[in-house]
């Protein structure tokens, strides 16, 4: 288990995951060893996947805490903030997580699996449904919210499937869509 050093509590913790590890280990297994993986928020998970990788995937993790954002790099992974976005409306760039940079992401297009667990999931779905290409599988974690219920009717997916947590951490499910 990855560990980070908390220094406003100036004590080290564990940075867990908050998706079940057969939940990880099933995003995982969609990953091309050569693809893109793309995570909307930061956290425990992206050091998991960081640890659990290959090398030869390229992984882009979005998180618009700033302060969040350095306790992960802290962990050894990399972390895009809003302010290192590669598309904005120009202007300053507010870092809060209405920011157009965190939700509007050039690196949709290029990714192969995306995961979405951070902040404003259903603006970060409906950019993936505009800009990601067919046959992207996108994961969803917390999909039963009922917030994020109008995801599945929509009618961009190809497929659907869902997984249970294991009881490892948070009980909360994931879904799967794969883009048409």
């Known amino acids: 288990m990855s ?18 590890f057969s939940q990880l280990e099933w995003v995982k297994n969609y990953i091309p060893d050569n693809g893109v993986f793309m995570e909307w928020g930061s956290g425990g998970s992206s050091v998991w996947f960081t640890e659990n ?3 030869t995937v390229e992984r882009i993790i979005i998180e618009s805490d700033h302060a969040w954002a350095e306790r992960v790099r802290a962990a050894g992974t990399p ?11 120009g202007g300053d760039i507010e870092t809060s997580c209405h920011d157009p940079a965190y939700i ?4 949709v297009a290029r990714a192969d699996i995306i995961l979405v667990d951070g902040w404003n999931r259903g603006p970060c779905i409906s950019w993936i449904t505009h800009n990601a290409r067919p046959g992207t599988v996108v994961f969803l974690h917390d999909f039963k919210f009922v917030q994020y219920l109008w995801i599945r009717a929509l009618p961009c997916w190809e497929s659907f499937d869902e997984m249970d947590s294991d009881g490892s951490c948070n009980p909360s499910p994931i879904a799967k ?3 048409k």
């Open 3 to 20: 560990k980070i050093w908390l220094p406003d509590s100036a004590k080290e913790e564990e940075l867990t995951p908050w998706i079940s």
């Open 53 to 55: 990788l290959p090398p």
């Open 79 to 89: 972390v895009i903030t809003p302010t290192e976005a590669s598309w904005s409306r």
């Open 104 to 107: 509007c992401r050039d690196e």
């Open 177 to 179: 869509w794969v883009l």
